[in-house]
């Protein structure tokens, strides 16, 4: 039994000290949806709770809370997945004691959610089967929805970088699933089904058909956030404080984002990572790594103004401007005048620049204007005067 702060800090101290112990990188308790045919399949995993690199004391009470009850854990693998039992949660509550009384807030969030989970009216239809504990212990391929979910969760909630964590394979792991109301329905299901639910005027409303839930189905976003159409931002998706997304073209995509305010009222891809104070213009695009990069992630600096319907296929330093219409690929000519070049190589002192360049030899470079002759046609590259600023009132 534990009584004091003190005792449980011992308690987790001689927890890790064991051999068979290892700090996760991330884990959580999750709350399952299962298949309506396939009981066994799991759609998708709702994290009240997502740590990430942090919360050591709680991991080694929950790993220690398994073995108790005669569970033991794996930690030479890359992730555990486990079904939460009563005794797990008696056995959590019992080392949480000095801590359930001010449990409450921002304060213990992981004491919280035991203590909450112990509570759950039995009413509510809900048993021990519908909640995973799930281990992350090396950032290899996830091997589980669940895990999956969890890195997907550390994305959106800020706690990972963005493009820092395997999610290879992530994809084929999910269930291309009918959602309705951010409820998963088996594709299967609702054929088997569709006479009858169709007959008795039970037929859902469906939201659309994918792999992936929408932002909003699971985050809640920043106090001076705003996205006008939940369809425009999908999970795992990253949107720092004061990012705004415009309905229309705009669209940000998982393991996508941005790192301050920005607006949005165009595609940013898997991948593509846009800076704080810079402006992705109606319609325009920033190509991912499927989308003719060669596999190369863009990132956009600071500052930056893409124009509307323009295409991006390089990574953009800060202040800089592509005008609207524009498709700058990596193969894509640019010409620099002389006096043009001179003032380019003031802010980028490192940068070898020609009067003829191919666009992917700019990439990163800041304070680029890349423009169209009107008259030849020809791609020509400047340096950007303009100081490209968010009007502060709407973020």
């Not at 534990?2 to 064991?18: G, L, P, R, Y």
């Not at 991948?271 to 810079?278: D, E, L, N, R, T």
């Not at 680029?368 to 600023?389: A, D, P």
Request: hydrophobic content about 40%; some cysteine.
């Amino acid at each position: 039994m534990i009584f004091t702060k003190e005792e449980f800090k011992a308690k987790v101290e001689e927890i890790q000290s064991q051999s068979w112990y290892k700090n996760p990188i991330g884990f959580g308790i999750a709350r399952v949806d299962r298949g309506q045919l396939n009981n066994d399949k799991i759609l998708q995993a709702t994290y009240p709770v997502v740590n990430w690199n942090e919360n050591f004391g709680s991991a080694a009470i929950f790993m220690d809370a398994f073995k108790t009850a005669g569970i033991d854990i794996d930690t030479t693998k890359s992730e555990a997945v486990l079904d939460i039992t009563d005794d797990f949660v008696v056995n959590c509550i019992e080392s949480f004691r000095p801590y359930l009384p001010e449990a409450k807030g921002e304060d213990h969030k992981n004491v919280q959610l035991i203590s909450t989970l112990s509570a759950l009216p039995r009413e509510l239809g809900l048993t021990p089967e519908d909640f995973k504990v799930v281990f992350i212990f090396e950032d290899a391929n996830p091997a589980s929805v669940e895990s999956a979910y969890l890195k997907l969760y550390a994305l959106s909630t800020g706690k990972a970088e963005l493009r820092k964590i395997n999610l290879n394979g992530a994809f084929g792991l999910l269930h291309n699933v009918a959602w309705s109301d951010g409820k998963p329905i088996e594709l299967d299901w609702l054929r088997a089904n569709e006479l009858t639910l169709k007959l008795t005027g039970k037929y859902p409303a469906i939201d659309m058909v994918d792999k992936f839930p929408r932002f909003l189905s699971h985050i809640i976003p920043a106090d001076n956030t705003r996205i006008l159409d939940t369809s425009k931002v999908r999970f795992g998706a990253q949107l720092a404080a004061g990012t705004t997304v415009m309905p229309g073209a705009s669209y940000i995509n998982f393991n996508a984002g941005t790192l301050g305010p920005v607006m949005v009222e165009g595609r940013i891809s898997s991948s593509a990572i846009v800076g704080s104070g810079s402006d992705v213009g109606g319609g325009a695009s920033i190509l991912g790594v499927l989308s003719g990069t060669d596999g190369n992630p863009i990132s956009i600096g600071e500052n930056t103004l893409l124009g509307a319907n323009s295409t991006t296929g390089i990574p953009v330093g800060d202040g800089c401007i592509v005008d609207g219409g524009l498709s700058v690929f990596a193969g894509t000519k640019v010409a620099i005048s002389d006096d043009q070049i001179a003032k380019i190589q003031k802010a980028n002192p490192s940068a070898k620049l020609t009067n003829l360049m191919k666009a992917a030899d700019l990439a990163g470079l800041n304070g680029l204007h890349f423009r169209q002759n009107s008259q030849t046609g020809q791609y020509i590259v400047m340096r950007s005067t303009r100081e490209v600023k968010l009007n502060d009132e709407l973020h």
